[in-house]
């Protein structure tokens, strides 16, 4: 009998997780990039080191990438790091966005060239948390208008950020509560065709997230950072994605990793996420890919080749 019930257990195909298995297409809407100029090194918070410098990251994050079959990546950065991790992107992985803090660093002629031009695709990472502002506030008015115009998606970071980040001079305006996802409602309402999608799922505030996306449609959100970076933000995901899920809202939360100078948080984000066991196959299969190629429009020829990369 106990030889018989081994048997069984053994003959149990394992159960086998999405990437890994099948290494079926990934798409990462939550990628940062950077230049010489920009970029800096630090320990993670569990202590791990970044890479040493700017060509090192850019080289690990790829590795990482095609690790994992990450077809495609937003990558959020100044205008020149994005423009040169573009340079180097032999197999057209990368989208084009934009790092910004505040509606003061754009300017509107600039702005609208850079989307006739194609180096703007995606509005974002919008960081407006860390400079005192939210998304409805008026300043952000004309770009939002310009986005909603030429149909480019933004990408507002929601929840909060780093211990601490508030006594940085650069970043004394940052509040947590700017990151509720409840203050861009009004953006919502005055814009209903703007493509949008909060980072982070709201963090602290994922209730209000799922609740927003329950009442907008057109609402998507991405799960990065959450996955990795903490332990609380972990929990956070876990709760966020259960009510997402009873929320029916599932098929709007898409895959992000938000690695910053840290490129082995991709491979923690996408295992976290495969080892979540209260979502099927077909979740992971949406969270990983389809939400986000519904989302960024992305046709056949867009995706022809994303299977067996
Ligand atoms: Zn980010």
Not at 203 to 231: C, G, N, S
Not at 244 to 267: C, T, Y
Not at 274 to 280: A, D, E, K, M, Q
Request: charge should be negative; aromatic fraction near 12%.
């Amino acid at each position: 009998m106990k030889v018989m019930i081994l048997l069984a257990i053994l003959l149990i195909p394992a159960v086998t997780s999405y990437a890994q298995s099948e290494l079926l297409p990934i798409i990462d809407m939550h990628v940062h990039c950077y230049d010489n100029e920009s970029y800096f090194t630090s320990p993670d918070m569990y202590g791990t080191q970044s890479p040493e410098n700017a060509d090192a990251h850019l080289n690990q994050t790829y590795e990482m990438m095609k690790k994992y079959n990450i077809v495609k990546a937003v990558i959020f950065g100044s205008v020149n790091a994005v423009e040169s991790w573009v340079l180097k992107d032999t197999d057209k992985r990368f989208i084009r966005g934009l790092m910004v803090f505040s509606p003061q660093e754009l300017d509107t002629i600039q702005f609208e060239n850079m989307i006739k031009e194609g180096k703007l695709e995606v509005f974002g990472e919008i960081g407006a948390v860390y400079a005192g502002y939210d998304l409805s506030d008026p300043e952000f008015e004309p770009y939002l208008k310009i986005c909603e115009r030429y149909d480019i998606p933004v990408a507002i970071h929601t929840g909060g950020g780093p211990p601490e980040i508030s006594y940085v001079e650069r970043f004394k305006n940052y509040r947590i509560t700017l990151g509720d996802p409840f203050l861009i409602e009004d953006v919502l309402i005055k814009h209903p065709k703007l493509r949008i999608y909060l980072m982070h799922a709201g963090e602290v505030f994922y209730e209000h997230a799922v609740r927003l996306m329950f009442a907008y449609p057109q609402l998507y959100t991405d799960i990065a950072v959450l996955l990795w970076i903490h332990p609380l933000t972990k929990s956070y995901v876990v709760d966020f994605l259960k009510r997402a899920k009873e929320a029916n809202v599932l098929d709007r939360v898409m895959f992000g990793s938000d690695q910053m100078i840290w490129p082995h948080a991709i491979e923690k984000s996408i295992e976290y996420l495969n080892s979540l066991n209260f979502l099927t196959e077909e979740d992971k299969k949406d969270i990983f890919y389809n939400n986000a190629i519904k989302f960024l429009k992305l046709n056949e020829k867009d995706i022809t080749g994303d299977q067996k990369r």
